[in-house]
């Protein structure tokens, strides 16, 4: 069977039965009584920081390929947009690659490059969420199964970045004697030995450091921004909270899903909120809401996005699949 519609039975399989247990036993009319009675400033501020956040990531991004170039800051952010809405639109997370061929293009950098730069990214991203799910458990009483599982993903993490380390260093000694790393190389190997020697130069830039604030403040924005809806929904935990039910939803949807997350978006929600005891109809109510508030800001940014790159809305999954296929038959350059 193919891989592909493996993974699409997977996601799709996980995202019904996560509907089914998300909205069994749920009393519609009591959700309906409390998003009526929301707080829409709130929520005009949490979208606010959440569209931001990815503005943020834009940045983090430009400053990664700094030293390859000078990056447009709207040309980044225009990318992050178009792939989050390709999320939108398409399972398996396919904006990832998108976004990064839609840069390569309108920046003129190498495909290796910029996935080298994506790579750093998801890194970073999972060093900051450990740190913060740490940093957050010595403010919240955590459940003894997610400490547990807090303290499992920081062991991995260390011996991730141990790894890293590592192939830094090796690349370090491996560059000085082949400055041109993966040059001319067609295909899977060329790209792949792009990206390290993408690594190595993103990671020793001077612009690095930046990044890393960015990286900082891009979650926390993502933080800010569902701890104001929480308010809007007049749930009454703090910040702390806020993160912690965040890290959980980030976790769930980084499996293979259906498009927008739909499913597990909302069970990882469910979730997240009954560690400080949210009563599920409440908590299920809540994470609909939050789920469509955070989600259409940028249905509408990211399509403008979409189109203002010359890609059309008919198709894209056809589009996507092309632009990978060509993308990796494409001699690589560093």
Not at 155 to 173: F, H, K, N, R
Not at 225 to 234: E, K, Q
């Amino acid at each position: 069977m193919n891989p592909k519609r493996i993974l699409l039975s997977i996601g799709y399989g996980v995202a019904l039965l996560s509907l089914i247990w998300v909205l069994h036993d749920f009393h519609i009319m009591q959700a309906l009584r409390e998003m009526a009675s929301v707080d829409w400033k709130w929520v005009l501020l949490g979208m606010a920081f959440d569209v931001l956040s990815y503005g943020i990531q834009g940045l983090r991004w430009k400053l990664l390929l700094t030293p390859f170039g000078k990056v447009r800051l709207s040309g980044a952010i225009r990318s992050v947009y178009a792939g989050l809405f390709a999320n939108l639109v398409l399972p398996l997370r396919p904006g990832e690659f998108l976004r990064s061929y839609l840069l390569a293009n309108s920046e003129e950098i190498t495909m290796g490059r910029v996935l080298g730069s994506v790579g750093v990214e998801r890194l970073v991203d999972l060093v900051i969420a450990t740190a913060a799910l740490g940093v957050a458990s010595l403010f919240v009483d955590l459940p003894r199964p997610f400490q547990r599982a807090a303290s499992i993903i920081g062991i991995i993490m260390l011996v991730i970045l141990a790894g890293v380390v590592i192939l830094i260093l090796y690349l370090e000694t491996k560059l000085g004697s082949n400055p041109n790393l993966g040059q001319d190389r067609p295909g899977f190997t060329g790209r792949f030995m792009s990206a390290l020697a993408a690594l190595h130069a993103m990671s020793t830039a001077p612009s690095f450091y930046t990044a890393l604030l960015a990286s900082i403040l891009m979650p926390f924005c993502q933080a800010m921004a569902l701890w104001s809806i929480m308010r809007s929904y007049s749930l009454p935990l703090s910040l702390s909270a806020a993160i912690v039910v965040l890290l959980v939803i980030n976790l769930g949807v980084s499996l293979p899903n259906a498009p927008a997350n739909v499913g597990s978006y909302q069970i990882f929600c469910v979730l997240g909120l009954g560690i400080f005891q949210v009563e599920k109809t409440t908590a299920t109510g809540f994470s609909i809401f939050a789920f469509i508030a955070l989600t259409l800001p940028f249905v509408f940014l990211g399509f403008a996005a979409l189109l203002r790159s010359g890609l059309t809305l008919r198709g894209i999954g056809e589009q996507v699949s092309t632009i990978r296929r060509e993308s990796f038959k494409s001699p690589s350059r560093v």
